[in-house]
């Protein structure tokens, strides 16, 4: 689990003395160059290189800018994979800034040698590999913000997470049930089944609603909260049950986000007893996460209670946006 994952891959990169760079050679095939360090990085979002303007893989990344650095700490074997754009800069002011003493053993010419450029490389995509485990980061285009969501797959029970708030795939009763329902309300225990009653009570009709959250105390449970959220019953994709699927998971997020959460578990809401398709839930549950402007949150974990569940959304995650 990494709190801050800004902080740790940022570290990792750093020690490392060189990178590795890829690129799509003029044949179609994928090309790995070892590199300098970078000269300059904004968190994870955009690292600068320095190189030959006359070498193959700058004409390789204008022809085709999509690329991928890797950074290896080869002691522990770890590894961050960081895709996203390549850009060749040449203006003055770009060299100059990039330019450190020393670079005209590369470039005779100095700063204004026209063998010199930089390469910009703005990442769209994180994938950190570490203890046998990948865990894939998203970058978040917003200016002036370096912070990223981490989305993570975990195979197990969701009530044992030490999140801080877990989603309860609940019914609109909002007082417990069957499945992973009946699991949170048996280990959170009677305080949690009290704490439901009352929120019940104040709403209308004394119900909740499908695609709205609410959220409650954690009993007994390891995380500080839960939230409820009724997800649609699945009859055959034509009553709306994506948009309110998709509420189910906004809507959740927004509660955490008003607490201030750190990190969120959700399980496969509603491709259980309600019968959505598990691929198509699956979608929607990561779109609706990559989409979510998150400032508190910067963990989302996936609970799948099956190897099955879990390999379709590390299949879905692997996607591209
Ligand atoms: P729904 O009524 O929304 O379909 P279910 O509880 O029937 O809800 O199923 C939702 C998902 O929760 C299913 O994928 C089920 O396998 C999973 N599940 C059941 N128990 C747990 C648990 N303890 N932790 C995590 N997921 C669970």
């Not at 998203?138 to 195979?155: C, F, G, R, W, Y």
């Not at 954690?218 to 939230?227: E, M, N």
């Not at 963990?299 to 959304?313: G, K, L, M, N, Q």
Request: hydrophobic share 35%; aromatic share 10%; charged share 25%.
């Amino acid at each position: 689990m990494i709190r801050n994952p800004e902080k740790t891959l940022g570290a990792l990169i750093d020690k490392c003395s060189i990178a590795q760079l890829c690129y799509i050679d003029k044949d179609g095939f994928p090309v790995t160059r070892a590199m300098l360090k970078p000269r300059e990085r904004h968190g994870l979002r955009e690292f600068y290189f320095t190189t030959n303007t006359s070498s193959e893989k700058v004409s390789a990344l204008r022809r085709n800018p999509k690329t991928s650095i890797y950074f290896v700490d080869r002691r522990f074997f770890r590894g961050v994979s960081l895709a996203g754009n390549a850009e060749i800069l040449e203006d003055a002011a770009t060299k100059e800034r990039i330019w450190r003493e020393g670079d005209e053993q590369y470039y005779s010419e100095g700063v204004a040698d026209p063998d010199y450029c930089v390469i910009k490389v703005t990442v769209k995509k994180v994938r950190y590999y570490s203890n046998f485990k990948s865990t894939d980061f998203n970058i978040k285009t917003q200016q002036a913000e370096d912070s990223m969501i981490s989305i993570e797959v975990v195979l197990g029970d969701i009530t044992t997470l030490g999140v801080d708030a877990i989603v309860n795939a609940a019914n609109c009763g909002l007082l417990g049930g069957g499945g992973v329902d009946g699991a949170i309300h048996h280990a959170a225990g009677k305080a949690l089944y009290e704490e439901c009653l009352k929120l019940v009570e104040g709403l209308p009709e004394h119900r909740g609603k499908t695609g709205q959250a609410y959220l409650t105390g954690a009993g007994r449970l390891p995380c500080k909260f839960v939230i409820h959220t009724p997800g649609p019953v699945y009859r055959d994709g034509l009553h709306g049950e994506a948009e309110l699927l998709a509420s189910s998971y906004a809507n959740s997020l927004r509660r955490a986000e008003e607490k201030q959460c750190h990190s969120i578990a959700f399980p496969c809401i509603s491709t259980g007893v309600y019968g959505y398709p598990k691929e198509e839930a699956a979608q929607i549950a990561v779109r609706t996460v990559r989409e979510f402007r998150a400032a508190a949150l910067q963990r989302v974990v996936f609970c799948c209670f099956s190897e099955a569940d879990a390999a379709i959304y590390r299949r879905v995650l692997a996607k591209e946006e």
